[in-house]
């Protein structure tokens, strides 16, 4: 009776691979790296639990929406995924536009309550972006606008009605920092301003006079944001003193949040000058109405948010 055939051994594997006889295991998922990071802007919270960079979108987005709407305006990619990530981390609902014209309709139709907008766009900056919007008619131009720059100009970003900028590389966490103080600040300032028409505004005034009130309850600088955010055209007429001196009448037209021209008793001076005097009163009343110019309508503006920033520090160094 013949024996029975004696079986081949396995084929020996080369280095690197698996036995022949082994069969080869179905590829299993890619462990996620525990950071992950692009151009500067850190690390995502959650990557390292395999989380994706764009946020948990099963999360109700009726609950983010309590926190705030925020649009960012960014053509990187990552860089957008990134602060998506961050902000919706963070209990924001977040949208996403990566080109400025795109952007532009996206905030007039969802109005968000701020927008994070990059100045390197592909079709136009951002810093058109930002012009536009400050000079749309309808509610967005109220919007709080953080601008994010590799550039130095921030005069610039100033001056076509950026409320922030914050320079590249980035700080995420920053980033959600001053993302929520904005929106804070908008939510504080709209409250003590629908304040102060309900209870201080003549009803016969209807909406000629946008605002007036006490500045022993609200502070000129308060008034002066308020103007400056909105981009408010009109003029702005205060009277008031200091504690012990006697009442003065100051006079700012504004145009586009801008200063037009400054008045203290009827007589033109520097706006710097003037803003120094009105940020120091601490009794007496203010109007602001919308028209009422008496320069001509051509005539140059100074940025108000960079007049009273300066005026603050000159102040601060003792009036030097």
């Known amino acids: 009776m013949p024996s029975p055939p ?37 690390s995502l919270p959650g990557a390292a639990h395999g989380a994706s960079p764009l946020g948990d979108r099963a999360e109700d987005g009726a609950a983010r929406k309590e926190r705030g709407e925020v649009l960012i305006v960014v053509a990187d990619d990552w860089m957008a995924a990134l602060l998506r990530g961050h902000l919706s981390h963070a209990g924001f609902h977040v949208q996403v536009a990566g080109e400025a014209r795109e952007a532009y309709r996206l905030a007039r139709t969802a109005l968000p309550e701020c927008i994070v907008c990059d100045d390197e766009l592909p079709d136009i900056d951002g810093f058109w972006l930002i012009d536009r919007v400050r000079r749309d008619p309808g509610p967005v131009s109220a919007v709080p606008i953080l601008l994010l720059t590799a550039n130095v100009d921030e005069v610039r970003g100033a001056d076509v009605g950026a409320d922030l900028l914050l320079r590249k590389p980035l700080d995420n966490e920053e980033v959600v920092a001053q993302v929520a103080a904005l929106l804070e600040l908008a939510r504080r300032l709209k409250g003590r301003r629908q304040e102060y028409r309900r209870d201080s505004m003549p009803p016969s005034l209807g909406d000629k006079a946008a605002l007036r009130g006490d500045i022993s309850q609200m502070s000129v600088a308060t008034v002066l944001t308020v103007l400056e955010m909105e981009r408010r055209t009109g003029v702005l007429q205060v009277e008031g003193a200091r504690t012990g001196e006697t009442a003065q009448s100051y006079r700012l037209e504004l145009r586009d949040g801008g200063v037009v021209a400054a008045k203290l008793g009827g007589k033109e001076l520097p706006a710097l000058d003037l803003l120094r005097k009105l940020l120091h009163l601490e009794r007496g009343k203010f109007w602001f109405a919308t028209g009422g110019q008496e320069g001509p309508s051509d005539r140059p503006t100074e940025n108000l948010g960079m007049l009273m920033l300066e005026a603050a520090r000159l102040e601060d160094e003792g009036g030097k």
């Open 6 to 42: 004696v079986p081949k051994p396995p084929r020996a594997s080369r280095p690197g691979h698996p036995p022949a006889s082994k069969p080869r295991a179905a590829p299993g998922p890619v462990a996620a790296p525990t950071d992950v990071t692009v151009r500067g802007v850190g």
